[in-house]
Antibody
Framework: EVQLVESGGDLIQPGGSLRLSCAVS????????MSWVRQAPGKGLEWVST???????TYADSVTGRFTISRDSSKNTLYLQMNSLRVDDTAVYFC?????????????????WGQGTLVTVSS | DIQMTQSPSSLSASVGDRVTISCRAS??????LNWYQQKPGRAPQLLIY???SLQTGVPRRFGGSGSGTHFTLTISSLQPEDFATYYC?????????FGGGTKLEIK
């Protein structure tokens, strides 16, 4: 069974940096596509970033140039480095394993989710 | 980006009711549409993928339909554990986008 456990959320001032971690068990992280999805308080879900099996990455426009997704295969852990944080980055951040149900880039869903970690950006 | 619009944003219903939630895409997305259920303080859970395929373990009272730009999630007979927020998500365009959510409350 896949388990995803996020950590690293905190209260941080605008302009600050934070690194989120997602410890993965039950699978070999580097053989799966993984994402970060966030949810602002009382709001809906927003995709943030994805890392492919080959370690290529994509980002939402709102975080491009500020956030970096990465993984450490030796620790089976996914990361999200967040720099130049803004008040509107305040959210619960979930890591998620993507499942492809068919061939092609479009046939996927967010299969497994962690419990989330809260990032609060405020002065 | 493809905009996903859910309606209604909130809904009151009773146990045993049949409920339908709508999700509309700003452009055609074929059948690349997934539905999730989220309870307070919990992570979302997949219910339906590819517009109409029931995820393993999800009760058969949940059903999905639609293609192109209009999709629906139907719960045939509401159970107490179904009161939650429901989100649609498209995987056709990049970035993937979610609907704003439909909060299903007890009447």
């Amino acid at each position: 069974e896949v388990q995803l456990v996020e950590s690293g959320g905190d209260l941080i001032q605008p302009g600050g940096s934070l690194r989120l971690s997602c410890a993965v068990s039950g699978i070999t992280l580097s053989t799966y596509v993984m994402s970060w999805v966030r949810q602002a308080p009382g709001k809906g879900l927003e995709w943030v970033s994805t890392i492919s099996k080959s370690a290529s990455s994509t980002y939402a426009d709102s975080v491009t140039g500020r956030f970096t997704i990465s993984r450490d295969s030796s620790k089976n852990t996914l990361y999200l480095q967040m720099n130049s944080l803004r008040v509107d980055d305040t959210a619960v951040y979930f890591c998620s394993k993507i499942y492809f149900y068919g061939s092609g880039d479009y046939k996927y869903y967010f299969e497994s989710w962690g419990q989330g970690t809260l990032v609060t950006v405020s002065s | 980006d493809i905009q996903m619009t859910q309606s209604p944003s909130s809904l009151s219903a009773s146990v045993g009711d049949r409920v339908t939630i709508s999700c509309r895409a700003s452009q055609g997305i074929s059948s690349y549409l997934n539905w999730y259920q989220q309870k307070p303080g919990r992570a979302p859970q997949l219910l339906i993928y590819a517009a109409s395929s029931l995820q393993t373990g999800v009760p058969r009272r949940f059903g999905g339909s639609g293609s192109g730009t209009h999709f629906t999630l139907t719960i045939s007979s509401l159970q107490p554990e179904d009161f939650a927020t429901y989100y649609c998500q498209q995987s056709y365009g990049s970035p993937s986008t979610f609907g704003g959510g439909t909060k299903l409350e007890i009447k």
